[in-house]
T-cell receptor, first 119, second 111 residues
Framework: DVKVTQSSRYLVKRTGEKVFLECVQD?????MFWYRQDPGLGLRLIYF?????MKEKGDIPEGYSVSREKKERFSLILESASTSQTSMYLC????????WGQGARNEQFFGPGTRLTVL | KNEVEQSPQNLTAQEGEFITINCSYS?????LHWLQQHPGGGIVSLFM???GKKKHGRLIATINIQEKHSSLHITASHPRDSAVYIC?????????????FGQGTRLTINP
């Protein structure tokens, strides 16, 4: 079974702190994603990485950065946390779409989420 | 702009009822995903569709590519089906890697 793990389930930080959220997957997936989920807004993509050291901005990258030094690990960084970044953060991973041919599932596998509160 | 719309946003039903959740999308897609999220946050993939119909236990997913519409059905619903159900499209025009998500449908099944 694919396993995607996140470093914390719950995190409380203060405004202005630097925050690191870690995500690790064990299925040798090329793609990794960071989302935030807020009531009424659904899942929104923050950043996406399709290879080591490669990253692409999602829909809401402002205030965030990412790091992917190893294939299995994708980190989300809040340089200076703000109260507007209080949210549920979800990491996901997948194979490159089409890697295994037309019939491949190419689904995204999600971690359990980190509920971040910024005071 | 690609958008994914789900309806209803909230659905409450009695145990045993037949449930339908709808999903519409606005651009051509390579695949449509249905996801389930239980309280506590974990998301699991239920189906990935590119055409026709798929069935897994009491869950059935259908897609009509021409109408850009998909439905998720639950037969003989049970309180353990209570969760948020999320539809997500994989648009062709944005590249094959990213998903565009609907806002989710919160389903509550009462005993």
């Amino acid at each position: 079974d694919v396993k995607v793990t996140q470093s914390s389930r719950y995190l409380v930080k203060r405004t202005g702190e630097k925050v690191f959220l870690e995500c690790v997957q064990d299925m040798d997936h090329e793609n990794m994603f960071w989302y935030r989920q807020d009531p009424g807004l659904g899942l929104r993509l923050i950043y996406f990485s399709y290879d080591v050291k490669m990253k692409e901005k999602g829909d809401i990258p402002e205030g965030y950065s990412v790091s992917r030094e190893k294939k299995e690990r994708f980190s989300l960084i809040l340089e200076s946390a703000s109260t507007s970044q209080t949210s549920m953060y979800l990491c996901a991973s997948s194979f490159i779409s089409g890697k295994w041919g037309q019939g491949a599932r190419n689904e995204q596998f999600f971690g359990p989420g980190t509920r971040l509160t910024v005071l | 702009k690609n958008e994914v719309e789900q309806s209803p946003q909230n659905l409450t039903a009695q145990e045993g009822e037949f449930i339908t959740i709808n999903c519409s999308y606005s651009v051509g897609i390579s695949a449509l995903h249905w996801l389930q999220q239980h309280p506590g946050g974990g998301i699991v993939s239920l189906f990935m569709l590119s055409s026709g119909k798929k069935k897994h236990g009491r869950l059935i997913a259908t897609i009509n590519i021409q109408e850009k519409h998909s439905s998720l059905h639950i037969t003989a619903s049970h309180p353990r089906d209570s969760a948020v159900y999320i539809c997500a499209s994989r648009p062709i025009i944005q590249g094959a890697q990213k998903l565009v998500f609907g806002q989710g449908t919160r389903l509550t099944i009462n005993p």
